[in-house]
């Protein structure tokens, strides 16, 4: 059993940073895929970025050269560093794990956190 614990969220003006963390339970953490999704109100939840137990990282387009996905295995902690965000990253942050590979499905992920809410004021 794995429980997973966001934080970092909030409220920033577009073109702000936040950085999320998330932080597992178990001892296995460094042999899991950490993935970061996002819901908006209405909408599904998509995948934003995933980091694998080797390293290997993905993003999803509308995401990729302003977020940064790392892991810290030795603080059993996956982070997303945010830049230059945009009214519609607003949505509630969700991490993921599960184990060996990643994915970019929501479907294939075994646990997830309680989320945490991002806004982006314009």
């Known amino acids: 059993q794995v429980q997973l614990v966001e934080s970092g969220g909030g409220l920033v003006q577009a073109g702000g940073s936040l950085r999320l963390s998330c932080v597992a339970s178990?001892?296995?953490?460094?042999?899991?895929?950490m993935g970061w999704f996002r819901q908006a109100p209405g909408k599904e939840r998509e995948f934003v970025a995933r980091?694998?137990?080797?390293?290997?990282?993905y993003y999803a387009e509308s995401v990729k050269g302003r977020f940064t996905i790392s892991r810290e295995n030795a603080k059993n902690t996956v982070y997303l560093q945010m830049n230059s965000l945009k009214p519609e990253d607003t949505a509630v942050y969700y991490c993921?794990?599960?184990?060996?590979?990643?994915?970019?499905?929501?479907?294939?992920?075994?646990?997830w956190g309680q989320g945490t809410q991002v806004t982006v004021s314009s």
């Open positions: 993921a794990a599960r184990p060996n590979s990643g994915s970019n499905r929501p479907s294939e992920y075994n646990y």
């Open positions: 178990g001892r296995t953490f460094s042999s899991y895929a």
């Open positions: 980091i694998s137990w080797s390293g290997s990282i």
